[in-house]
């Protein structure tokens, strides 16, 4: 009997600057999946406060990570999410509103994170200054179960060639 494949809900995660909507974006196409731009999804405030510098708080994120986890609820067939989910607690929000939900973890150095923000000053509102706190306040999901740990710094095709075949792999051991 020929069963059809669970949908693909992935969650492309790490620090401001690591390249989450780049390999989201890749991703999605490559499975045929909608994007969710989890920066799309921020408050008119919390933007303002990332625009001038101002770190998120939990408070802050509190409705942005419940909008989120309603969007992959409402994409039945999967999704690809670009998201920060910097603490575990946020992983378990997102984990919560969407079992199965995995998490493509870009990992990446202070300094790359800092010149690559920088190099988007102009079009993305977050603030240079709030890379250092994007590092305080990650909590490392490497270890978590359905987490791909992921470098970077390698070529967005090799990176999308890593993350499908994770995806693959994976659909290939479901029950």
Known sequence: MNRSPSP???VVMGVA???KSSLGAAVAHAQGLPLIEGDDHHSLVSREKMRQG????DADREGWLA???QLLQ????GAVLTCSALKKAYRERLRAA???VRFAFLEIDRAHAAERVAARVNTHFFSTTLVDSQFATLESPVGEPGVLRLDALLPLATLQDQVCAW???HEETAP
């Open 167 to 169: 995806l693959a792999a």
């Open 67 to 69: 909008t989120l986890g």
């Open 54 to 57: 101002i770190a998120l708080t």
């Open 8 to 10: 693909v809900f992935l």
């Open 17 to 19: 600057g690591c390249g």
């Open 74 to 77: 409402g994409h039945a067939g």
């Open 98 to 100: 969407c079992p199965g």
